[in-house]
């Protein structure tokens, strides 16, 4: 099993619309976990940390459920500026010295 | 936003040669890391460092070594290039103490000829 596993897509969706991209890791130690952002030929960067169960910023929602080893990133009314790789990352070793893992992207595509 | 850099951005070189990769940062981080991503694949950490003097080999196995004789600065050597090396190298570095958020450089895109 991957240490950190996400729906590759692509998510073809119409702007407006409601977006959920899920992710799931297999180190039941992890301490902390984020949503990167990377366009195409670009480098990521940093759209959200996800805080204990969770955290909004705009439309943009990070959920965190321990138990289930399970993150999800929920984008609302969706512009044609967040077609994009979304990465699921994961600090496996927890606290700072650990070393983060990524997850292979989930790709989105917002049409007119 | 984070202020990190990378050159060169593009580079084409012929095989056998002899290059280095620069990152360098200018907000103190202690954490600094290279990765390696073809295009529409993951990225893959191929070396880390904790600090000055301190560093270590990534996931991914890589020819390439490094050096950490500054804080700010951390660069990637290829003693001898190939085409296999071909590929995007992004630098990365961590400052936080609980969470590790990373902040990415712009990359270098390598083709080795």
Known sequence: RKEVEQDPGPFNVPEGATVAFNCTYSNSASQSFFWYRQDCRKEPKLLMSVYSSGNEDGRFTAQLNRASQYISLLIRDSKLSDSATYLCVVNTNGGSQGNLIFGKGTKLSVKP | ?113
């Not at chain 2, 990378?6 to 990765?35: A, F, N």
């Not at chain 2, 500054?70 to 630098?91: D, G, I, M, N, V």
Request: charged share 20%.
């Open chain 2, 1 to 113: 936003e984070a202020d990190i850099y990378q050159t060169p951005r593009y580079l084409v070189i012929g095989t056998g040669k002899k290059i280095t990769l620069e990152c360098s940062q200018t907000m103190g981080h202690d954490k600094m890391y290279w990765y390696q991503q073809d295009p529409g694949m993951e990225l893959h950490l191929i070396h880390y460092s904790y600090g000055v003097n301190s560093t270590e080999k990534g996931d991914l196995s890589s020819e390439s070594t490094v050096s950490r004789i500054r804080t700010e600065h951390f660069p990637l050597t290829l003693e001898s290039a190939r085409p296999s090396h071909t590929s995007q190298y992004l630098c990365a570095s961590s400052g936080t103490p609980t969470y590790n958020e990373q902040f990415f450089g712009p990359g270098t895109r390598l083709t080795v000829l």
